[in-house]
Protein backbone atom coordinates (compact mmCIF):
# COMPACT_ATOMS: atom_id res chain seq x y z
CA UNK A 1 0.00 0.00 0.00
CA UNK A 2 2.93 2.43 1.09
CA UNK A 3 5.03 1.46 -1.62
CA UNK A 4 5.05 4.20 -3.87
CA UNK A 5 6.11 6.59 -0.88
CA UNK A 6 9.56 7.00 -0.79
CA UNK A 7 9.44 7.32 2.92
CA UNK A 8 7.27 7.50 5.21
CA UNK A 9 6.78 10.12 8.39
CA UNK A 10 4.53 10.87 11.23
CA UNK A 11 4.68 14.29 12.51
CA UNK A 12 2.97 15.75 16.03
CA UNK A 13 2.80 19.29 15.53
CA UNK A 14 2.56 20.84 19.08
CA UNK A 15 2.45 23.82 20.45
CA UNK A 16 5.33 23.70 22.40
CA UNK A 17 6.93 20.65 20.88
CA UNK A 18 7.45 18.99 17.47
CA UNK A 19 8.18 15.73 17.19
CA UNK A 20 8.74 13.60 14.05
CA UNK A 21 8.47 9.55 13.67
CA UNK A 22 10.50 8.20 10.63
CA UNK A 23 9.75 4.82 9.38
CA UNK A 24 12.13 2.19 9.87
CA UNK A 25 13.97 4.73 13.02
CA UNK A 26 11.60 5.62 15.28
CA UNK A 27 11.64 9.19 16.70
CA UNK A 28 13.83 11.12 15.11
CA UNK A 29 13.23 14.58 16.73
CA UNK A 30 12.22 16.50 19.26
CA UNK A 31 12.37 20.14 19.42
CA UNK A 32 10.54 23.14 20.48
CA UNK A 33 8.04 24.80 18.13
CA UNK A 34 9.99 27.76 17.91
CA UNK A 35 11.41 30.29 15.76
CA UNK A 36 13.75 33.22 15.74
CA UNK A 37 13.17 35.57 12.68
CA UNK A 38 15.55 38.91 11.83
CA UNK A 39 12.45 41.29 11.27
CA UNK A 40 14.71 43.69 9.32
CA UNK A 41 15.76 41.03 7.01
CA UNK A 42 13.20 38.30 7.10
CA UNK A 43 15.25 35.56 7.52
CA UNK A 44 15.00 32.10 9.92
CA UNK A 45 17.74 32.65 12.67
CA UNK A 46 17.26 29.55 14.68
CA UNK A 47 14.77 26.91 15.41
CA UNK A 48 13.67 24.61 18.27
CA UNK A 49 16.74 24.19 21.24
CA UNK A 50 18.41 26.98 19.81
CA UNK A 51 15.76 29.56 18.90
CA UNK A 52 14.22 28.54 22.47
CA UNK A 53 17.74 29.42 24.33
CA UNK A 54 17.32 32.72 22.61
CA UNK A 55 14.22 33.43 24.42
CA UNK A 56 14.57 36.55 26.52
CA UNK A 57 18.45 37.04 25.52
CA UNK A 58 17.93 38.31 21.90
CA UNK A 59 18.41 41.81 20.48
CA UNK A 60 15.82 44.22 19.73
CA UNK A 61 16.14 42.73 15.58
CA UNK A 62 15.42 39.11 16.72
CA UNK A 63 11.34 38.19 16.54
CA UNK A 64 11.28 34.90 18.32
CA UNK A 65 7.97 33.46 18.07
CA UNK A 66 5.67 30.24 18.64
CA UNK A 67 3.80 29.81 15.04
CA UNK A 68 1.49 27.70 16.48
CA UNK A 69 -1.29 28.95 18.83
CA UNK A 70 -3.72 26.35 20.77
CA UNK A 71 -2.37 23.94 18.67
CA UNK A 72 -3.28 25.45 15.29
CA UNK A 73 -1.28 26.82 12.94
CA UNK A 74 -1.41 31.08 13.41
CA UNK A 75 1.68 31.49 10.92
CA UNK A 76 1.70 29.16 7.78
CA UNK A 77 5.22 30.64 6.34
CA UNK A 78 7.00 30.47 9.61
CA UNK A 79 5.81 27.15 10.94
CA UNK A 80 6.69 25.94 6.85
CA UNK A 81 10.19 27.35 7.36
CA UNK A 82 10.54 25.60 11.08
CA UNK A 83 9.12 22.62 9.27
CA UNK A 84 11.97 22.86 6.79
CA UNK A 85 14.38 23.74 9.37
CA UNK A 86 13.65 20.56 11.29
CA UNK A 87 13.88 18.59 7.97
CA UNK A 88 17.51 19.43 7.00
CA UNK A 89 18.60 18.92 10.90
CA UNK A 90 17.39 15.13 10.47
CA UNK A 91 18.28 14.42 7.08
CA UNK A 92 21.19 17.06 5.89
CA UNK A 93 18.80 18.05 2.94
CA UNK A 94 15.45 20.28 2.64
CA UNK A 95 13.79 17.74 0.60
CA UNK A 96 13.12 14.55 2.25
CA UNK A 97 9.27 15.08 2.43
CA UNK A 98 9.29 14.74 -1.47
CA UNK A 99 7.11 11.41 -2.41
CA UNK A 100 6.77 11.12 1.07
CA UNK A 101 3.38 10.38 3.22
CA UNK A 102 2.61 12.19 6.48
CA UNK A 103 0.32 11.76 9.20
CA UNK A 104 0.46 15.37 10.82
CA UNK A 105 -1.29 15.54 14.40
CA UNK A 106 -3.71 18.47 14.93
CA UNK A 107 -6.07 19.12 18.17
CA UNK A 108 -9.82 17.46 18.12
CA UNK A 109 -13.01 19.39 17.70
CA UNK A 110 -10.21 21.53 15.11
CA UNK A 111 -12.63 23.03 11.52
CA UNK A 112 -12.32 21.20 8.41
CA UNK A 113 -10.69 24.15 6.98
CA UNK A 114 -7.75 24.43 9.67
CA UNK A 115 -7.40 20.77 8.71
CA UNK A 116 -6.81 20.99 4.81
CA UNK A 117 -4.96 24.19 5.33
CA UNK A 118 -2.59 22.17 8.02
CA UNK A 119 -2.92 19.26 5.04
CA UNK A 120 -1.71 21.87 2.28
CA UNK A 121 0.64 23.29 4.54
CA UNK A 122 2.96 19.79 4.64
CA UNK A 123 2.30 19.11 0.58
CA UNK A 124 3.39 22.69 0.16
CA UNK A 125 6.99 21.42 1.58
CA UNK A 126 7.09 18.57 -1.26
CA UNK A 127 5.17 16.05 0.39
CA UNK A 128 3.16 13.83 -1.97
CA UNK A 129 0.39 13.40 0.83
CA UNK A 130 -0.59 14.47 4.09
CA UNK A 131 -3.41 12.86 6.46
CA UNK A 132 -4.11 15.43 9.42
CA UNK A 133 -5.24 13.04 12.25
CA UNK A 134 -7.23 14.00 15.63
CA UNK A 135 -4.14 13.70 18.51
CA UNK A 136 -6.15 12.01 21.23
CA UNK A 137 -6.46 8.76 18.43
CA UNK A 138 -2.64 9.36 17.67
CA UNK A 139 -1.92 9.77 21.78
CA UNK A 140 -3.68 6.58 22.76
CA UNK A 141 -2.21 4.36 20.04
CA UNK A 142 0.73 5.33 21.16
CA UNK A 143 0.04 4.22 24.45
CA UNK A 144 -0.90 0.99 23.55
CA UNK A 145 -4.40 2.00 23.67
CA UNK A 146 -6.60 -1.14 21.39
CA UNK A 147 -9.53 1.40 20.06
CA UNK A 148 -10.75 -0.94 17.27
CA UNK A 149 -13.20 -2.78 20.21
CA UNK A 150 -16.34 -1.25 21.23
CA UNK A 151 -14.31 -0.33 24.36
CA UNK A 152 -14.55 2.94 25.82
CA UNK A 153 -11.49 5.08 26.51
CA UNK A 154 -10.50 8.32 28.35
CA UNK A 155 -7.83 10.19 26.73
CA UNK A 156 -6.67 13.25 28.77
CA UNK A 157 -4.25 14.81 26.52
CA UNK A 158 -2.24 18.23 28.63
CA UNK A 159 -0.13 19.61 25.84
CA UNK A 160 1.40 23.38 25.57
CA UNK A 161 -1.29 24.97 24.23
CA UNK A 162 -4.61 22.84 24.98
CA UNK A 163 -5.95 20.62 26.54
CA UNK A 164 -7.89 17.88 25.02
CA UNK A 165 -10.36 15.24 27.19
CA UNK A 166 -11.84 12.66 24.68
CA UNK A 167 -13.79 9.28 24.89
CA UNK A 168 -12.86 7.05 22.31
CA UNK A 169 -14.14 4.11 20.94
CA UNK A 170 -13.78 1.52 17.20
CA UNK A 171 -11.57 3.98 16.66
CA UNK A 172 -13.31 7.36 16.75
CA UNK A 173 -13.92 10.33 18.85
CA UNK A 174 -17.50 9.52 20.90
CA UNK A 175 -17.19 13.07 23.03
CA UNK A 176 -14.72 15.27 23.54
CA UNK A 177 -14.14 18.84 25.25
CA UNK A 178 -10.98 21.02 24.36
CA UNK A 179 -9.90 23.93 26.73
CA UNK A 180 -7.44 26.88 25.25
CA UNK A 181 -5.05 26.70 28.36
CA UNK A 182 -1.85 24.13 28.73
CA UNK A 183 1.37 24.25 29.76
CA UNK A 184 2.57 27.46 28.46
CA UNK A 185 -0.24 29.58 29.79
CA UNK A 186 1.23 27.58 33.48
CA UNK A 187 4.52 29.37 32.66
CA UNK A 188 2.10 32.72 32.18
CA UNK A 189 0.56 32.54 34.95
CA UNK A 190 3.52 32.01 37.08
CA UNK A 191 5.22 34.75 35.80
CA UNK A 192 2.27 37.14 36.96
CA UNK A 193 2.31 35.35 40.38
CA UNK A 194 5.97 36.45 40.41
CA UNK A 195 5.35 40.42 39.18
CA UNK A 196 2.18 40.27 41.68
CA UNK A 197 4.04 38.93 44.82
CA UNK A 198 7.04 39.88 44.58
CA UNK A 199 7.33 42.97 42.26
CA UNK A 200 9.55 40.97 40.49
CA UNK A 201 9.67 40.05 36.46
CA UNK A 202 10.78 37.07 35.43
CA UNK A 203 11.09 35.24 31.75
CA UNK A 204 9.12 32.68 30.31
CA UNK A 205 12.20 29.89 30.80
CA UNK A 206 12.72 30.86 34.45
CA UNK A 207 9.11 30.16 35.06
CA UNK A 208 9.32 26.81 32.77
CA UNK A 209 12.06 25.57 35.51
CA UNK A 210 9.64 26.81 38.17
CA UNK A 211 7.11 24.69 37.06
CA UNK A 212 9.46 21.43 36.69
CA UNK A 213 11.17 21.80 39.79
CA UNK A 214 8.82 22.36 42.37
CA UNK A 215 5.46 22.49 40.45
CA UNK A 216 2.77 20.53 42.12
CA UNK A 217 -0.97 19.22 41.70
CA UNK A 218 -1.57 18.40 45.77
CA UNK A 219 -1.10 19.96 48.93
CA UNK A 220 0.34 16.86 50.38
CA UNK A 221 3.51 16.92 48.26
CA UNK A 222 6.73 16.85 49.68
CA UNK A 223 7.87 20.91 49.77
CA UNK A 224 10.49 21.77 47.66
CA UNK A 225 11.78 25.35 47.09
CA UNK A 226 13.82 26.72 44.20
CA UNK A 227 15.87 29.91 43.84
CA UNK A 228 15.41 32.23 41.00
CA UNK A 229 16.96 35.58 39.54
CA UNK A 230 14.90 38.04 37.90
CA UNK A 231 14.51 42.32 37.56
CA UNK A 232 12.93 44.52 40.69
CA UNK A 233 10.02 46.51 38.91
CA UNK A 234 10.57 48.74 42.03
CA UNK A 235 14.68 49.51 41.49
CA UNK A 236 14.92 47.99 38.19
CA UNK A 237 18.32 45.58 39.33
CA UNK A 238 18.84 42.29 39.48
CA UNK A 239 17.66 40.35 42.55
CA UNK A 240 16.81 36.79 43.62
CA UNK A 241 13.93 35.26 45.91
CA UNK A 242 13.05 31.89 46.92
CA UNK A 243 9.58 30.09 45.92
CA UNK A 244 8.17 26.97 47.87
CA UNK A 245 6.05 24.61 45.97
CA UNK A 246 2.87 25.26 48.15
CA UNK A 247 3.21 28.87 45.76
CA UNK A 248 3.12 27.19 42.43
CA UNK A 249 0.46 25.06 43.61
CA UNK A 250 -2.40 27.67 44.61
CA UNK A 251 -0.73 29.55 40.78
CA UNK A 252 -1.66 25.77 38.46
CA UNK A 253 -4.97 25.04 41.25
CA UNK A 254 -6.73 27.20 39.29
CA UNK A 255 -6.13 25.65 35.82
CA UNK A 256 -6.52 22.32 37.21
CA UNK A 257 -9.71 22.73 38.64
CA UNK A 258 -10.90 23.74 34.88
CA UNK A 259 -9.20 20.21 33.88
CA UNK A 260 -11.24 18.75 35.90
CA UNK A 261 -14.23 20.28 35.05
CA UNK A 262 -13.23 19.42 31.36
CA UNK A 263 -13.27 15.71 32.03
CA UNK A 264 -16.91 15.81 34.06
CA UNK A 265 -18.36 17.66 30.89
CA UNK A 266 -17.08 15.21 28.11
CA UNK A 267 -18.40 12.13 30.38
CA UNK A 268 -22.04 13.96 30.49
CA UNK A 269 -21.74 14.13 26.44
CA UNK A 270 -20.96 10.10 26.34
CA UNK A 271 -23.24 7.55 26.67
CA UNK A 272 -23.90 5.31 29.84
CA UNK A 273 -21.88 2.37 28.70
CA UNK A 274 -19.00 3.91 27.43
CA UNK A 275 -19.14 6.10 30.65
CA UNK A 276 -19.30 2.73 32.34
CA UNK A 277 -16.11 1.25 30.76
CA UNK A 278 -14.47 4.66 31.28
CA UNK A 279 -14.87 3.72 35.09
CA UNK A 280 -13.08 0.26 34.35
CA UNK A 281 -10.70 1.73 32.07
CA UNK A 282 -9.44 4.78 33.90
CA UNK A 283 -7.84 7.66 32.22
CA UNK A 284 -4.78 7.96 30.30
CA UNK A 285 -2.91 11.01 30.75
CA UNK A 286 -0.69 11.96 28.19
CA UNK A 287 1.39 15.53 26.78
CA UNK A 288 3.95 16.94 28.38
CA UNK A 289 1.53 18.39 31.21
CA UNK A 290 1.34 14.38 32.66
CA UNK A 291 4.93 14.80 34.31
CA UNK A 292 3.48 17.65 36.64
CA UNK A 293 4.05 16.39 40.04
CA UNK A 294 1.00 14.72 41.78
CA UNK A 295 -1.14 15.44 38.54
CA UNK A 296 -2.77 12.13 38.38
CA UNK A 297 -3.87 11.34 41.88
CA UNK A 298 -5.73 14.97 41.98
CA UNK A 299 -8.15 14.42 39.22
CA UNK A 300 -7.93 10.21 40.70
CA UNK A 301 -9.60 12.29 44.15
CA UNK A 302 -11.56 14.62 42.02
CA UNK A 303 -12.97 12.19 39.48
CA UNK A 304 -13.24 8.72 41.64
CA UNK A 305 -11.99 7.45 38.55
CA UNK A 306 -8.27 5.25 37.90
CA UNK A 307 -5.50 7.39 36.10
CA UNK A 308 -3.00 5.84 34.12
CA UNK A 309 0.08 8.09 32.98
CA UNK A 310 1.44 6.80 29.62
CA UNK A 311 4.94 5.52 29.92
CA UNK A 312 6.38 8.14 26.86
CA UNK A 313 4.11 11.46 27.67
CA UNK A 314 5.93 13.63 25.07
CA UNK A 315 6.26 10.87 22.71
CA UNK A 316 3.62 8.53 22.50
CA UNK A 317 1.24 11.16 19.99
CA UNK A 318 4.16 10.46 17.78
CA UNK A 319 4.58 7.35 18.53
CA UNK A 320 0.90 6.73 17.54
CA UNK A 321 1.13 8.32 14.11
CA UNK A 322 4.12 5.57 13.65
CA UNK A 323 1.73 2.64 14.28
CA UNK A 324 -0.91 4.79 11.78
CA UNK A 325 1.83 4.37 9.20
CA UNK A 326 2.06 0.92 9.61
CA UNK A 327 5.32 0.80 10.77
CA UNK A 328 5.57 0.40 14.25
CA UNK A 329 5.19 -2.79 15.83
CA UNK A 330 5.18 -3.82 19.45
CA UNK A 331 4.11 -7.12 20.79
CA UNK A 332 4.67 -5.72 24.59
CA UNK A 333 2.15 -4.98 27.09
CA UNK A 334 0.16 -1.44 26.60
CA UNK A 335 2.70 1.37 27.15
CA UNK A 336 1.09 2.80 30.41
CA UNK A 337 2.34 2.72 34.28
CA UNK A 338 -0.64 1.67 36.31
CA UNK A 339 -1.61 3.17 39.52
CA UNK A 340 -1.20 0.83 42.58
CA UNK A 341 -4.63 1.62 43.89
CA UNK A 342 -6.47 0.71 40.82
CA UNK A 343 -7.18 -3.11 41.05
CA UNK A 344 -8.95 -1.41 44.52
CA UNK A 345 -10.66 0.93 42.75
CA UNK A 346 -11.83 -1.47 40.06
CA UNK A 347 -13.14 -3.75 42.42
CA UNK A 348 -14.54 -1.38 44.28
Same mark, same amino acid.
Given at each position: ????????F????????????????????????????????????A?????????????????????L????????????????????????????????????????? /???????????????????????????????????L??????G???? !???????????????G??AS??????????????????????????????????K????????S?E??S?? /????????????S???????????????? !??? /???????L??????????V??????????????????????A????????A??????????????????????????????????????
Amino acid at each position: MFKQFDKLFGIDLGTSNTVIFEKGKGIVLNEPSVVAFDHQTGELIAAGSEAQAMIGRAPAHVDITYPLIHGVIANFDKTSTMLNYFIKKIQGRPSFLRSSQIYITVPCG /ITNVQKRAIEETIVHRGAKKAIAIEEPIAAALGAGLMLDEPIGHLVL !DIGGGTCQVAVLSLGGIVASHTINRGGLSIDRDIMDYVKRQYNMEIGERTAELIKMQIGTATLSAEERSIE /IRGRDLVHGLPRSIRLVSSEIYTVVNEFL !DAL /IEAIRATLELCPPELAGDVMEQGILLCGGGALLEGIDERIRAETGVAVHIAEHPLECTALGTGLMLGVYRTKSKPLMQQDSTQEQIAVS
